[in-house]
Structure formats: C-alpha cells, structure tokens
C-alpha cells in the first residue's frame, strides 16, 4: 500500500482548507525510489530535514547501490551513481561509496554545504539525534557553524570526493535503462549530458525560499532570502520580512548588531517562534531596541522605501536592506521536469485504486453487518453468499457476521506486525500489541467463541469491550428481550452502564482519549490497516470545526438511547413512542452504525487518512472528548530545541498541528486539541523535542 492523494493536494484542490506544517514530498518507495525508475531521492525531499538524519540517509542509501549495482560498468564514460547536491545527504552517500569500485561523482550547483554556508555564522548546530551514529567517520558536534563548516572542508579536501562545481542539473532523460541527466556550470555556458546507471537528487529545499513576489524582490544588492551575518547591517536600516523563528532570531541579532530594525509580519500575532525567541523580541521592541509591525503585508521593495500595508493603513518605510524569511518550498516545478510524481498528483491508477479499496469496503461491512444490500441481496448476483456462510460450528451456528469478524481480526493482526516494523520503539509496541490483543481476545475469541458456550446471548459481552454511546445496544436490554428475566436485563443493564459511566471516566482521567489508539476496535483497523494512511488528515480551521460532527452525533445518541429504552421497559406508554425501536434501528443504525463508522470511516482511508470516523463522528470520542477537557491527566510535553521541521505534525491522524505546540513549548493536551495520545509525533520528531507526560507539567506564558 502506498499513499495515494495527500491531504493538501486534494483539500486544497476542493477549497476545504490550507494545510499547516505539512511537508510536501516526492512520491518515493521504500528504497526511497521515485516514479523514474533509477532516481532516488534523500535529504530534505525525502523526509529527513535534520543534518544528521540527512548524512545518514544518504549513506544508507550510498551502501545500498553499490550492494544492488555491483560490479562497476564496462563503459568508463558511464557514471555508475551520479549524485546531485554536495549538502549532508549527498556528502552522506559519496562517503557510502567512497574507496569503491563504482564511479561516482557529485555535482553541485553552488559550494559544499551551500545551505549550512548559509546559516548565521555563529549559530550552533546540535548533532540531533544523539542515537543517531555520524556515518562516514565524519565529524559531527555540537558546534557553531563556522566551525562545522571549515572541519567539514577539511573533511572533503583529505578525501579528496569527486566533487563538480558549480554544475546544476537541469534534466533528466531515461533511454535504453540508463538516466542522461542534462547539465550546465551556470547561464551562458555550454550545457552536456553525463549518462548514469543511478542517480541520487539530494539538493533539499532551502535552495528555493519563498518569494513575496512584489517589485524590487529580485534586487540582490539590496533584498536577501537568508542571513548570514548579522555583522553585516550594523549602522543600516534593515526591514525583515516574517513570522517564524529565523525572522524573529533574525531581527534580535541584526538589532544587536547595531542595524535599525523593522519586523514586519502578516498576523495580527506572532504564533509561530518559541516562547524564548518571543521573550527576546519582546523585551527588545519595550526598550525600543527595534519595531515589529504587525498584520503587515508588504506591497514593493523598489526604491528608497518599502510600500506596505500594516493594519488596514498604507505605510512608506525607508530602508537600506532586506531580508525576506518567510520560509522555503519544495521545488515543485523542477522536481516534475524531471518526470517526479508529488504525493497528491492524480493518476488513472491512483483513481483506480481508490475506487477499489471503497468497493471492497462496501462489499466487506455489506457481508458482515447483513444488511442485504447489493450485490448480496435476495436475487442479487451474490445473493446466494450470505446463505453459505452460515455453518453449525456444534457449539453454535455462524453467519456472514461471524466470518466477517474473523477477517477484521487477521487483518488487524497482519497489518499490525507492519505496523510494529514502522514503529519499533517499547512505547509502540507496548501501544499495538494492546490493539492487537485486545481485538482476538475481547472482541473476538470471548464474545464469539467462548460466551457462547455459557450464556444465551453472547453478543451481550460486547456491553464492556464495546461502550455507549460507541454502540447503543450496549446500554439498552429488556425482560421482553431475555425470555422475561427481569433480573439478567438489569444486570446487563447495569453492566452496560458500568462501562460507559465508570470505566470509561476513569479511564480518560488516567489516559486522556487513548482508548481509540490502545483498546477500540475501530482503532485498531485505523492503527494497523490504516498507518500508511495517516498523515493524509486533512487540517485547519475548516477541519477543526467540522469535529463538531462527533458532538452532534453524541447529542442524537441520548434521545435514541433513551427511546429505545422506554420501548423496550414500556416506562411509557404514549402513541408519539410506538415502535420507536425500529426508528432507530433504521435511521440511526444505518446512517452512523453502518454508513459512517463502517463504510465511509474505512473507504476514505486513502484520501482523509485513517481516522475519518474517530475525528469526525465517533460520538464515543466526542464523549470522551468532553470528559477529557475537564480532567483527563496527560499531555505530550515539548522542549526546546524544536527546529520547526514539521514531522510531528505531518505525520498527526488527528490533523492537530502539533508543530505549533512544540514551536511554543506549550503542552498539547484534550484541553484544547482532538489527541488520541498515540505518540507518533513523539516517535518521528528527529530532535526528541515531545515526550508524554501530565497536564500542568509544563507552564509558560503564552
């Protein structure tokens, strides 16, 4: 399984909502191979933003090939391996191949370590992750980068890789299995074609900030799209264009520096730097130390003043230089002129396979919940199945529902053992064996092998492992219905009731909504079958409010419950009431039971992620939600050392930008967000910034 529609694509595409720190990638396979056959992709593009992680990936993927490749090729004009872009991942896969057989060469459009060259001189570059080994015998530290910079030349001129430069790719062609990637050493100069077996593309995305695209951007002696010394702008007028933690580190350095500042953002506040940067900007714009123009939208760069727009009013402002820090984009255009498909790019294959995977959803829940509808209807195609399926197993008879849980179990098994290989670490394991055990045992081997052996009714367990208002049935039993035991009906009753009203409270005060990541059977298909899925949730304030749904659906649930109930105990007896069992059966079955829990909360995997139904209509969750927010315990925690990478909130199935916490150091609790506790944003984030721990653990001032 692959994904097939991200999230910001299609969302984007239907004006639902804009995406918030998602990162848009390459479509790559699990040897990070893109959909040209031969190009593989590693660094930034692939998922790895962190300079170790980077190096590490590229090594990996260096070792790799030349394991898959082999002996060298016959032809000495015939690159085996052509690397593009001399930062960490591609330095990373050099040193994998290094002192080999296979000619390799690595071509880059600047200087080594371009985009490190460009961080402020003095900033310190943390060795993150710490478990993470340096590959190559290369030397990594925490260090500023003027340091790690000159020792990482050092490194290079002693090894003595073949590096090309400047020479920029701007082309690739595959003929007869091989890649004829076009080149050129700058504008002007005469372009030729280098032919390679394989090719790794490692230029990352810090190559290509975001433009304002206003006049006067594109005049370089005066407008800049990284800071490198702040040194530089002492004595000038400097407007610094941002929101994020590099315009607001930015602003205090060149202020320090001795430049007379201007911050200029688009929001009406600041929301995006850490707490400690804001502090800095804050005490240095009280003592007038530099300006910050809120909700201001700059208009022209031309000439002696800056034209903006800052709360509704038209402002003139006089500067000397510029900086422009709004952040960097993914190299769409020139990733699809060389052929790459972008997640989210649709395809008559894609299409097709979503198209499957909804049908077979319809067919599965069809079968199982025994609804007749087609194509398993009297005198449908398949009408005949449902009678087939019924087999006397001696201690009862099974049907359709029966055999169809089975299915659901030894997918959520199978699926589950991929989803620990993703997921190694005890927490995760700890965290998926629970789902996992918890559906053979609880909901299937006890309720569907063993109560039958003992009591007349065995579906009637599912009262614990299967709470209200998740299924009304759990809370609803009768003396008409149990053969007139006024006594067994009580007791089911109270059963019923003990599960949604005390084991549930008591369970999200110790555990906030964990129940769906750690014990639901509808989380166990979303953790396991559902995993690739994930971080297609959509997100923004669209996707927030549409939550709500959840609610409104737990607010339907009491007055049916409590209809039901009055049919079944006759507690009375008015003409509005009568066969108000058979309403809800039909009406709210359908619609929640079947339609959105069973149908469209699988069948929209691919295309919203894998907690469609958890998200926005689990009336279960919504009930949670509402005990959460007033005493649940927990929360993920965050450090300081987050460096906005945006991992933990691209790979969040609640579509919560966690990045946004962990940019505030501000717990992410049931306090204010949707969280299932599930702890991937944890187990992704390559700086260990998150961690789980308890509300109030963790106070600032926001």
């Known amino acids: 399984m692959s994904s097939v529609l991200s999230s910001e694509s299609w969302w984007q595409r239907i004006g639902f909502s804009a995406q918030i720190g998602v990162r848009a990638l390459p479509e790559l396979d699990g040897d990070r191979q893109s959909s040209v056959p031969g190009l593989y992709v590693v660094g930034d593009l692939a998922d790895a933003p962190v300079i170790k992680a980077a190096l590490h990936q590229g090594h990996t993927l260096g070792q790799r090939l030349a394991a898959d490749l082999g002996a060298p090729s016959d032809d000495p004009e015939l690159l085996d391996v052509l690397i593009v872009g001399a930062g960490p991942a591609g330095i990373g896969a050099a040193l994998a191949l290094e002192g080999g057989p296979l000619r390799h060469l690595v071509i880059e459009r600047e200087l080594p370590f371009a985009t490190i060259h460009h961080f402020p001189k003095k900033k310190l570059i943390f060795a993150e992750p710490r478990t993470l080994p340096t590959p190559g015998g290369l030397w990594f530290d925490d260090a500023p980068v003027d340091e790690l ?79 490198v010394d702040p040194a530089a702008y002492a004595g ?71 034209a903006l727009t800052a709360a509704g009013a038209e402002l003139k402002l006089p500067f000397d230089d510029a900086l422009v820090l709004v952040g960097s984009a993914l190299p769409s255009d020139f990733l699809r002129r060389l052929g790459l498909r972008m997640e989210g790019d649709p395809s008559p294959g894609r299409v097709a396979w979503i198209v ?26 398949l009408g005949a199945v449902p009678k087939l399926l019924e087999v006397d197993l001696g201690f009862r008879t099974v049907d359709a529902s029966f055999w169809g849980t089975c299915v659901y179990s030894l997918l959520i098994l199978g699926f589950g053992l991929k989803a620990l290989a993703r997921w190694p670490s005890p927490t995760q394991r700890r965290r998926l064996w629970s789902l996992i055990l918890f559906q053979w045992v609880f909901l299937f081997g006890v309720p569907e092998l063993l109560a039958p052996l003992v009591i ?28 007139g035991d006024t006594l067994t009906a009580v007791l089911w009753l109270a059963v019923g009731a003990f599960s949604a009203f005390v084991l549930i409270p008591w369970y999200v005060r110790r555990n906030g909504e964990a129940f769906c990541s750690t014990l639901c059977g509808c989380g166990g298909l979303a953790e396991t079958v559902g995993d690739l899925f994930r971080h297609l949730a959509p997100r923004g304030a669209t996707a927030k409010r549409a939550e709500g749904a959840g609610q409104l659906i737990l607010f339907m649930a009491v007055p049916v419950t409590l209809l039901i109930l009055n049919d079944a105990w006759q507690f009375f007896a008015a ?120 509300r109030g653990e963790w106070k600032l001032a926001i």
Request: charged share 25%; glycine share 8%.
């Open 575 to 694: 003409g509005a009431l009568y066969n108000v069992k058979a309403f809800a059966q039909s009406w709210y079955g359908l619609v929640v039971d079947f339609w959105l829990a069973s149908v469209a909360g699988v069948a929209l995997y691919p295309v919203l992620g894998n907690r469609v139904w958890c998200r926005f209509f689990c009336p279960l969750r919504a009930y949670m939600e509402r005990l959460a927010r007033r005493f649940a315990k927990v929360a993920i925690i965050a450090n300081e050392k987050c460096i906005s990478c945006g991992e933990c909130t691209r790979h969040c199935q609640m579509g919560i930008d966690v990045m946004a916490y962990a940019q505030r150091q501000r717990e992410l609790s049931n306090g204010d967000s949707a969280c299932i506790q599930c702890g991937i944003c944890v187990e992704v984030c390559p700086m260990d910034v998150l961690r789980l721990g308890e």
């Open 456 to 483: 007349e009714r065995p579906w009637k367990v599912y009262a614990l492992t299967v709470p209200w208002p998740l299924s009304i049935w759990s809370l609803v039993d009768a003396p008409s219905w149990a053969g």
């Open 236 to 306: 000038r007028r400097l407007l610094i264009v941002g929101g994020g933690d590099s315009a607001v580190e930015a602003a205090c350095d060149c202020a320090d520096a001795g430049a007379t500042v201007t911050l200029a953002h688009r929001g009406a506040a600041l929301t995006r730097p850490k707490e400690k940067n804001l502090q800095r900007l804050r005490g240095m714009a009280a003592a007038g130390r530099l300006t910050v123009l809120a909700d201001a939208q700059v208009r022209s760069l031309s000439g002696e003043s800056a």
């Open 356 to 381: 499957s995977f909804a049908v077979f959803t319809w067919l599965f829940y069809v079968l199982k919940q025994k609804k007749g509808y087609f194509p398993f209807g009297e005198g449908d195609v």
């Open 149 to 227: 910079v000159r020792r990482w030349e050092d490194a290079l001129a002693e090894r003595r890789l073949p590096i090309e430069a400047p020479l920029e790719l701007l082309g690739v062609r595959r003929s007869g299995g091989l890649l004829h990637c076009e080149v050129q050493a700058g504008p002007g100069e005469p372009r030729r074609t280098l032919r390679a077996r394989r090719v790794i593309l490692a230029t990352g995305r810090r190559g290509n900030p975001t433009r304002l695209n206003v006049p006067g951007e594109d005049d370089e002696a005066r407008v800049r799209h990284a800071l």
